[in-house]
Every structure is written in structure tokens, then in C-alpha cells.
């Protein structure tokens, strides 16, 4: 059993920052990575940025910059920090932990439900 679960969402307005938390717990072996989507109305999810176990940052174009990524000393909490945020940055943001099985032969994604950021003024 994991659980997955985002917080810090709310409505902000543009040019302002919001700081979204993830936390995974339940029966975590290992984790590969860790990452942040996200899914404006009407649009396919989308990755915004993720996080290897080694530290690895990836990020999409159009948060490069502006957004951040960061994980605790406990690994199972990461973080995204979102500065001069844009109208088109409004979605829902979910936090994905892709985990090792401890026989170590397959990988398996956990999904938080979400959590809205709405940019506008």
C-alpha cells in the first residue's frame, strides 16, 4: 500500500509563487524518481518536472527557470517551487513516485489525487 499525496495548491495571482509538497508513504522499498504533471482543462497530462534518486532534475520548457524542484533528506517528500507564475501555468498538478519492487524486477508508478494552482488575477 502508498499513498501519494500533493498539498499547497490555491489561487494566486500572476508574477506570484506557490510552493507544492509531495509526500509517498505506505510500503516504499525504493524509489527510481519522483515528479510533478500537470493537466490544464481540456489538455493531456504533462510533465513539469521530475527528480531522480541520484538528483537528476529535469524540467519542461516551459517552467525552466521559473520552477523548482527539490526533494528532503527523507526522499519520499519533493517539492516543486513555482515563481512568476503565468495564467497557462493554471492546472491540476499531480505528484507521480515511480517505485522499485523490492524483487527489483519491475518499476510501478503511485499518483496523488492533485492538487489545483489557479493563476489569475
Known amino acids: 500500500q502508498v499513498q501519494v499525496v500533493e498539498s499547497g495548491g490555491g489561487l494566486v495571482q500572476p508574477g506570484g509563487s506557490l510552493r507544492l509538497s509531495c509526500a509517498a508513504s505506505?510500503?516504499?522499498?525504493?524509489?527510481?524518481?519522483m515528479g510533478w504533471y500537470r493537466q490544464p482543462p481540456g489538455k493531456q497530462r504533462e510533465l513539469v518536472a521530475s527528480?531522480?534518486?541520484?538528483?537528476?532534475?529535469n524540467y519542461a520548457d516551459s517552467v525552466k527557470g521559473r520552477f523548482t524542484i527539490s526533494r528532503a533528506n527523507a526522499k519520499n517528500t519533493v517539492y516543486l517551487q513555482m515563481n512568476s507564475l503565468k495564467p497557462e501555468d493554471t492546472a491540476v498538478y499531480y505528484c507521480?513516485?515511480?517505485?522499485?519492487?523490492?524483487?527489483?524486477?519491475?518499476?510501478?508508478?503511485?499518483w496523488g489525487p492533485g492538487t489545483q494552482v489557479t493563476v489569475s488575477s
Open positions: 507521480n513516485a515511480n517505485l522499485r519492487s523490492a524483487d527489483f524486477v519491475r518499476a510501478f508508478d503511485y
Open positions: 505506505g510500503s516504499i522499498f525504493s524509489i527510481n524518481s
Open positions: 527528480i531522480t534518486s541520484g538528483g537528476r532534475t
